[in-house]
């Protein structure tokens, strides 16, 4: 390991970290769904907090107070999502997601995770 990468890792480790489902989006900005319709999208890049278990692995937090649909996608992601997860950081934007999940920007993926 050179010295630039053991620097980055610090960085990131300085850096409170998310758990993430699906790939970044090029925009930074999460779509907004209700069914199968795009109704709009975020101010930044749909996240949940998460927490390190003592076996190394990541958990997605559910945000508080939770909303109905908030619940609803938070069983789904968690019960039948197949696709892509990711340790990531960013900076965390003032306002919350339609879900009341928090929002970041200038997203960096840390690690993906497997499940």
């Known amino acids: 390991m050179n010295g630039n990468s053991?620097?980055?890792q610090v960085e990131y480790i300085m850096k409170k970290l998310y758990y993430r489902f699906g790939d970044i989006p090029?925009?930074?900005?999460?779509s907004i769904w209700r069914g199968e319709i795009k109704i709009g999208e975020e101010k930044g890049v749909s996240v949940y907090e998460t927490h390190k278990n003592l076996d190394?692995?990541?958990v997605p937090i559910l945000p508080y107070p939770?909303?109905?649909k908030c619940l609803n996608d938070y069983y789904y992601y968690l019960r039948y999502y197949n696709g892509?997860?990711?340790?990531v950081t960013g900076n965390l934007l003032d306002e919350r997601g339609s879900d009341g999940e928090p929002l970041l920007n200038d997203?960096?993926?840390?690690?993906?995770?497997?499940?």
């Open 6 to 8: 053991k620097n980055k």
């Open 26 to 30: 090029k925009s930074e900005r999460s």
């Open 56 to 58: 190394g692995t990541y």
């Open 66 to 68: 939770p909303t109905e």
């Open 84 to 87: 892509d997860r990711y340790l």
């Open 107 to 115: 997203v960096k993926v840390i690690e993906k995770l497997f499940h």
